[in-house]
Nanobody, 128 residues
Framework: QVILVESGGGSVQAGGSLRLSCGAT????????MGWFRQISGKEREGVAT???????SYVDSVKGRFTISKDNSKNTLNLQMDSLEPEDTGVYYC??????????????????????WGRGTEVTVSS
């Protein structure tokens, strides 16, 4: 059984940084496509960053140059370094993974339906 547990959320002022981590059990992160999504109350879950098994990364335009997704294979974790945070980054951040694919076409990388395992989320609040 795949289990994902996020940590690292919190409250920061605009311009600050946070580092989210997602601990995984039941599979090896290095072999999988994984991603970070976020959800603001009342809105659909939005894909933020993804990473394929080969290390190829993708970012939604609003976070390019500010967020960095990575895997720590020694700890079997997925990370998201978030710098220059903006109030618009506020939301609940979810870690996601799929065992079905080792590479995902760009069209589907930010679709929640592509992923079949999810964490419970960690809350990020950025104040102005």
């Amino acid at each position: 059984q795949v289990i994902l547990v996020e940590s690292g959320g919190g409250s920061v002022q605009a311009g600050g940084s946070l580092r989210l981590s997602c601990g995984a059990t039941g599979f090896t992160v290095s072999r999988l496509c994984m991603g970070w999504f976020r959800q603001i109350s009342g809105k659909e879950r939005e894909g933020v960053a993804t990473i394929a098994s080969g290390g190829e990364t993708s970012y939604v335009d609003s976070v390019k140059g500010r967020f960095t997704i990575s895997k720590d294979n020694s700890k079997n974790t997925l990370n998201l370094q978030m710098d220059s945070l903006e109030p618009e980054d506020t939301g609940v951040y979810y870690c996601a993974a799929t065992e079905k694919y080792t590479w995902i076409p760009p069209t589907f990388r930010f679709s929640a339906a592509t992923y079949d395992s999810w964490g419970r989320g960690t809350e990020v609040t950025v104040s102005s």
